[in-house]
T-cell receptor
C-alpha cells in the first residue's frame, strides 16, 4: 500500500473549518483514501473514504486532487470534541484483505 | 452504523498470567478481523490478521506463540496474551470489516488497556 505524509500537528479555532492535508504521491489506481481519527484512549473512528471523487458525509468532506496524489479532509465547523489524531491511510479495497497501516497522523488541537 | 465490541476494556494482572481479549462484530459478519497494539504516544501497530476458520497471519516480529488468535465464528475473534510480562502492557485494539462489499471501511473496538504488574 502507498505511503502517506501528514503534518504532525495543526491548530484550529473552534467554529472554524479544519483542513487537514495528506500527501499520497505513490497511490495506485485501485487504492482508496481512508480517514480515521483517534480521540485519546479510544479506538480509531472511521470518518470518510474515497477513490477519486470528492465525498461528503455528516462528519466531514474529502477533497481528492485530480491526479490523486493528495487529499484534504475538511471538518466544516470544528468543535472542541474534534480534538484528536487524524490518520490518512491508502488501501487497496479488494476482497476481505486490505489491512490498514497507520502512520503517525496529524494531531489536531481545536482551541476555544 | 457498524459496531465492534471489545471486552474487557481494562485488565490488570500479575506477570505470568494469560489474558484473553474478545472482539465481536455486533451487526455484521466479518471473515477477517485485525489486531493492533498501541504504546503510549505512538501510532497503532498491526499485529495480526485474524481469519475465520483458518490460521491467523502475523506481522513480522510478532510472536505467534505469544499472541494466540482464534477466529471461531464470523462475529468473534479472540486474542490471548500468553504468560504476560510487564513489557506486554499496552493498548490492544481490534477492528473488523463488513464482508459485504469490497470497499466497506473497517470499524474499531474501543480497545483493551492491559497492565501487567
Amino acid at each position: 500500500d502507498a505511503k502517506t505524509t501528514q503534518p504532525p500537528s495543526m491548530d484550529c479555532a473552534e467554529g472554524r473549518a479544519a483542513n487537514l492535508p495528506c500527501n499520497h504521491s505513490t497511490i495506485s489506481g485501485n487504492e482508496y483514501v481512508y480517514w480515521y481519527r483517534q480521540i485519546h484512549s479510544q479506538g480509531p473512528q472511521y470518518i470518510i473514504h474515497g477513490l477519486k471523487n470528492n465525498e461528503t458525509n455528516e462528519m466531514a468532506s474529502l477533497i481528492i486532487t485530480e491526479d490523486r496524489k493528495s487529499s484534504t479532509l475538511i471538518l466544516p465547523h470544528a468543535t472542541l470534541r474534534d480534538t484528536a489524531v487524524y490518520y490518512c491511510i491508502v488501501r487497496v479495497a479488494t476482497g476481505n484483505t486490505g489491512k490498514l497501516i497507520f502512520g503517525q497522523g496529524t494531531t489536531l488541537q481545536v482551541k476555544p | 452504523g457498524a459496531v465492534v465490541s471489545q471486552h474487557p476494556s481494562r485488565v490488570i494482572c500479575k506477570s505470568g498470567t494469560s489474558v484473553k481479549i474478545e472482539c465481536r462484530s455486533l451487526d455484521f459478519q466479518a471473515t477477517t478481523m485485525f489486531w493492533y497494539r498501541q504504546f503510549p504516544k505512538q501510532s497503532l501497530m498491526l499485529m495480526a490478521t485474524s481469519n475465520e476458520g483458518s490460521k491467523a497471519t502475523y506481522e513480522q516480529g510478532v510472536e505467534k506463540d505469544k499472541f494466540l488468535i482464534n477466529h471461531a465464528s464470523l462475529t468473534l475473534s479472540t486474542l490471548t496474551v500468553t504468560s504476560a510480562h510487564p513489557e506486554d502492557s499496552s493498548f490492544y485494539i481490534c477492528s473488523a470489516r463488513d464482508q459485504r462489499g469490497s470497499n466497506q471501511p473497517q470499524h474499531f473496538g474501543d480497545g483493551t488497556r492491559l497492565s501487567i504488574l
